[in-house]
């Protein structure tokens, strides 16, 4: 028995840093800044270098022992995290700011939550292991660069409610093979679509005024 006692200590102390590890990875890595302190509302400020694996973003952060709605995540807040592999964003979160996820090497998975209305410039800009883009149909604007060198990108889904897509916002995204522009899109920036080489079926909405120089410039269209 005393020989044990030794061995299940130490399975407790593995299991104790096993489960701060994962808090680690979660909220615990996040700080925020007030947007209104009488709407209660905020934003994601920061995320820890060291963050890993799944991190889920609240929808809800206390700040002083009070609640406020996350609603924003600020200019690069992820940037050139090479650890995280899926971010699950809120409803509650309306805009991602500019280059929010920029040059995260291994995120693979981002949920967007129902309520997000635009993406900043270079949000997922060089993402090269984002393979799907799930957009609500709240979203209005994808900003420039918002998903450029996204070379693993497959898919891609815009929501009746987008009227513009910034310059290179999709440019070199390899493997996206085909787009489905809603009829609530006015206008497509230059080189929105650039050498996106695997684009073979493109459906234009009709409310389109304005296509950009160079938009669909090196793609494999078979079908427009």
């Given at each position: 028995?005393?020989?044990?006692?030794?061995?299940?200590?130490?399975a407790v102390?593995?299991?104790?840093?096993?489960?701060?590890?994962?808090?680690a990875?979660?909220?615990?890595?996040?700080?925020?800044?007030i947007?209104?302190?009488?709407?209660?509302?905020?934003a994601?400020a920061?995320c820890?270098p060291?963050?890993?694996?799944?991190?889920a973003?609240?929808?809800y952060?206390?700040?002083d022992?009070?609640?406020?709605?996350?609603?924003?995540?600020?200019d690069?807040?992820?940037y050139?995290n090479?650890?995280i592999?899926k971010v699950?964003i809120p409803?509650t979160?309306?805009?991602?700011?500019?280059?929010?996820?920029?040059q995260?090497?291994s995120?693979?998975?981002?949920?967007?939550?129902?309520?997000?209305?635009?993406?900043?410039?270079?949000?997922?800009?060089?993402?090269?292991?984002?393979?799907?883009?799930?957009l609500p149909?709240?979203?209005k604007?994808?900003?420039?660069?918002a998903?450029s060198?996204?070379?693993?990108l497959k898919?891609?889904?815009?929501?009746?409610?987008?009227?513009?897509?910034g310059?290179?916002?999709?440019?070199?995204?390899q493997?996206?093979?085909?787009?489905?522009?809603?009829?609530?899109?006015?206008?497509?920036g230059?080189g929105?679509f650039?050498?996106?080489?695997d684009?073979?079926?493109?459906t234009f909405?009709e409310g389109?005024?304005?296509?950009?120089?160079?938009?669909?410039?090196y793609i494999?269209?078979?079908?427009?």
């Amino acid at each position: 028995m005393k020989k044990l006692l030794p061995i299940l200590m130490m399975a407790v102390l593995a299991l104790s840093s096993s489960l701060k590890a994962f808090a680690a990875s979660s909220e615990d890595v996040l700080s925020y800044s007030i947007i209104s302190d009488s709407l209660k509302t905020c934003a994601v400020a920061y995320c820890d270098p060291s963050a890993s694996g799944e991190i889920a973003i609240p929808s809800y952060a206390v700040i002083d022992n009070e609640n406020y709605k996350v609603i924003s995540i600020a200019d690069e807040v992820f940037y050139n995290n090479e650890q995280i592999t899926k971010v699950t964003i809120p409803s509650t979160v309306k805009e991602i700011g500019e280059g929010s996820f920029c040059q995260m090497d291994s995120l693979q998975t981002v949920s967007f939550g129902d309520s997000l209305v635009s993406i900043g410039k270079q949000a997922f800009y060089y993402c090269t292991k984002l393979e799907n883009a799930i957009l609500p149909s709240t979203i209005k604007e994808i900003g420039e660069s918002a998903f450029s060198v996204a070379i693993n990108l497959k898919t891609v889904t815009l929501g009746k409610s987008l009227t513009k897509l910034g310059n290179e916002a999709f440019y070199e995204c390899q493997e996206l093979d085909n787009v489905i522009i809603p009829d609530s899109v006015t206008e497509i920036g230059e080189g929105t679509f650039q050498s996106c080489f695997d684009l073979e079926n493109i459906t234009f909405g009709e409310g389109l005024k304005y296509i950009g120089n160079n938009a669909f410039n090196y793609i494999n269209a078979k079908s427009i």
